[in-house]
């Protein structure tokens, strides 16, 4: 019996918003999972001037706007946090939506970059942490 996946994980973020992966998942009905949402805390990505002008619209802080664009366009966003105040700003993005015509400015953004890039030296290093605990 083959088990169907449900969710993809994966890096996505408005610099890499993975377009033509979810034009496939979608055909599929298979979720995708953001990795890197906030783009591994990049400051280019977080103080782009576009989410600085929708977070003053909308009283909302940048990654508030990005987490809000994550789940407008149907991703499974799941963001990182330490911090208490971070955590629950995180949650506080479902009082607002973004409109079309906001999210087609978004998807300009698009630079179709990585800050994930697994190199040969990063998979033998992983390969080795997996053999490790296959042991």
């Known amino acids: 019996m083959e088990i169907k996946p449900q969710v993809v994980q994966v890096e996505a973020h408005p610099y890499y918003p993975q377009t033509k992966l979810k034009e496939i998942l979608s055909q599929t009905d298979i979720a ?3 990795w890197y949402p906030l783009g591994h805390g990049d400051k280019n990505l977080i103080e782009e001037p576009l989410f600085s002008q929708l977070g003053k619209k909308y009283g909302k802080t940048n990654a508030q706007i990005i987490l809000r664009w994550h789940t407008q366009c149907g991703n499974i966003v799941i963001p990182g946090s330490k911090n208490p105040e971070h955590i629950r700003d995180n949650f506080n993005i479902f009082d607002f939506s973004l409109t079309d015509e906001e999210l087609a400015e978004i998807r300009k ?27």
């Open 32 to 34: 995708l999972m953001a």
């Open 109 to 135: 953004l698009d630079k179709n970059t990585r800050y994930y890039a697994a190199t040969p030296e990063i998979i033998e290093a992983y390969s080795k942490m997996q053999l490790k605990e296959d042991l």
